[in-house]
């Protein structure tokens, strides 16, 4: 009896020690992290994404997320050789030589005065001619109502940035204003964020490149701004190096060219974004959101 109750309790043992290596093994080693609550994301100027950006004030945007549509107003541009890949934020528009979207111009474009303009571009380094990124179209004048492209004499490391305005009635006696070339640093091979503001009261024009200004003007004569006639407007070039051209004052220059990388999150605004709007704009877009 001893020997059968001895075995009894070593069989006893053994399975218990076996229960207990099998629950330890299960159990995970306890970290204090791990019940920690998750940290809020990070914000800039009290913004935790780009949508909370004066949302009420967005009245065109061009996400590029698999169409070309103007997200609010549903204008859709019409495609000649462009495609999408990989954007700054899911996907853009990607561009190619002779390649172009064009589309009507949305109202809530044309009866704009103070504005903000967005874009995103990531291109290959271009150091000759003029790289057309966005342009609203102006059918008399060679420049358009608003021009924005990478001039020539860029570098390696360096970009030429030029932004042009007219502000008229659908004539060809408007006024000019003229900005850059800004000479901006590493451009090339990477998302960046150009923006443009333009205050009517005051009739200045800033530029930004990644979320800092680098430079303004107040052209002469300038406001009240009026681009209620104009009816069309281009992605990845300038208005006269489309087929056929959308100003009847030149056709195509062999000195212009076509955006060859991509292009996203396009937005106008129908006021002036203040510099830390802009700059929270740029740092959110960058991480996605």
């Not at 043992?13 to 970290?31: G, P, V």
């Not at 549509?69 to 990989?86: C, E, H, I, P, R």
């Not at 076509?258 to 929270?280: H, I, K, N």
């Amino acid at each position: 009896m001893k020997m059968k109750t001895m075995k009894n309790i070593l069989t006893g043992l053994l399975i218990t020690t076996t229960i207990s290596l099998a629950l330890s093994s299960c159990q995970k080693e306890f970290n204090p992290k791990s019940y920690q609550p998750p940290k809020p994301p990070p914000s800039f100027s009290g913004y935790t994404n780009s949508k909370d950006i004066e949302p009420t004030h967005l009245v065109a945007y061009w996400p590029f997320s698999g169409d070309l549509k103007d997200s609010l107003s549903s204008t859709t541009g019409v495609n000649t050789g462009t495609s999408f890949a990989g954007g700054v934020e899911g996907k853009g528009l990607q561009g190619a030589n002779n390649a172009y979207v064009v589309s009507d111009v949305p109202s809530a474009i044309q009866n704009l005065h103070s504005f903000t303009m967005s874009v995103w571009i990531n291109m290959p380094q271009n150091t000759t001619g003029a790289i057309g990124i966005l342009d609203i179209a102006h059918s008399q004048n060679f420049w358009g109502n608003l021009d924005l492209f990478f001039d020539n004499g860029s570098t390696a490391t360096t970009g030429v940035l030029k932004v042009h305005m007219y502000n008229d009635a659908g004539s060809t006696s408007g006024v000019d204003g003229w900005e850059g070339g800004y000479s901006v640093s590493n451009p090339w091979g990477t998302w960046i964020q150009v923006a443009v503001t333009y205050d009517d009261t005051a009739g200045k024009i800033t530029v930004y490149y990644n979320g800092a200004p680098v430079g303004n003007n107040t052209p002469a004569s300038f406001t009240p701004l009026n681009w209620s006639a104009a009816t069309k407007m281009v992605f990845g070039t300038l208005q006269f190096q489309t087929t056929p051209s959308l100003t009847a004052a030149t056709g195509s220059q062999g000195w212009a060219g076509y955006l060859l990388g991509s292009m996203d999150q396009v937005r106008f605004y129908d006021e002036v974004l203040s510099s830390t709007q802009v700059s929270a704009l740029y740092n959110l877009e960058k991480l996605g959101r």
